[in-house]
């Protein structure tokens, strides 16, 4: 991730695993004034990063794919001299089980191509 936001700075990266964040939070994110902004999913991972500086070490001690994803990268990027914020939390889906959240959504929203960010 470190190579993907430092040549393009101010930067965001969306997890393809939240396919249906709302437009408002991608602009929350992108408007984040924080050196680093993490939105969260509720398993402690984060869906999207956004940075506006980097630091070699932002990522160091970083346990992937764990609860505490979320706040590792907290306290590297904090250890590393910048600004951390929180962005909008949202869902992504990890396990099978989360695909439900996908099929609430979409039943209770329309179909992916009323989706934001995908016209309407």
């Known amino acids: 991730m470190l190579h993907a936001l430092t040549p393009r700075l101010p930067a965001l990266l969306l997890g393809s695993d939240s396919p249906t964040v709302p437009d408002s939070h991608i602009l ?17 991972g984060y869906w999207a990063i956004a940075a506006r500086r980097t ?3 932002m990522f160091a001690g970083v346990r ?5 994803a979320l ?3 907290a306290a590297a ?16 889906v990890d ?3 989360d695909l439900g959240r996908i ?3 979409l039943e209770q929203n329309g179909h992916f191509e009323h989706l ?3 016209g309407t």
Do not use: K, Y
């Open 28 to 44: 929350a994110m992108m408007e984040a004034s924080a050196d680093v902004t993490l939105a969260p999913t509720d398993d402690g």
């Open 55 to 57: 630091h070699p070490a």
């Open 64 to 68: 992937w794919s764990t609860a505490d």
């Open 71 to 73: 706040a590792d990268t």
């Open 77 to 92: 990027c904090r250890a590393a001299g910048l600004t951390v914020a929180l962005g909008p939390s949202w869902f992504d």
């Open 95 to 97: 396990e099978p089980e």
């Open 103 to 105: 099929a609430e959504f």
């Open 116 to 118: 934001p960010l995908h």
